[in-house]
């Protein structure tokens, strides 16, 4: 017997798909990893999956999300796809581009 709860899980909102594309385990590299593994576990516990993609040994992943610098991070699900570049030491920036907080001014501009 399947248990469907994972897929299910990886299919609504709630889940994030995350893809971070590194090209072999340079300092850059594995702090972005650190950093986001950090965030998320602090802010998408038991809600997400980390997928690396190390451009080193699979250069031809990249065209497919147009990566042009690295490390990258692409955020696969909840849809829209969105794209952060860097070693994703701001946390804040990290957390605005993933959509888990506001951009700043922009609660201004709504009230």
């Known amino acids: 017997m399947k248990n469907s709860k994972p897929k299910e899980a990886e299919e609504s909102r709630d889940f994030w798909q995350l893809r ?31 997928e690396i993609i190390d451009l080193i040994e699979n250069p031809t992943l990249a065209a497919g999300d147009q990566i ?6 692409v955020r696969k699900l909840p849809e829209p796809v969105r794209k952060i570049i860097g070693d994703l030491s701001n946390a804040e920036r990290v957390l605005v581009g993933l959509d888990l907080r506001p951009v700043p001014g922009e609660e201004r501009r709504k009230a």
């Open 68 to 73: 042009l610098a690295i490390p990258t991070l």
């Open 20 to 50: 971070l594309y590194v090209a072999g385990q340079t300092p850059k590299s594995l702090a972005a990893f650190a950093n986001l593994k950090k965030i998320c576990d602090e802010h998408l516990s038991g809600k997400y999956r980390i």
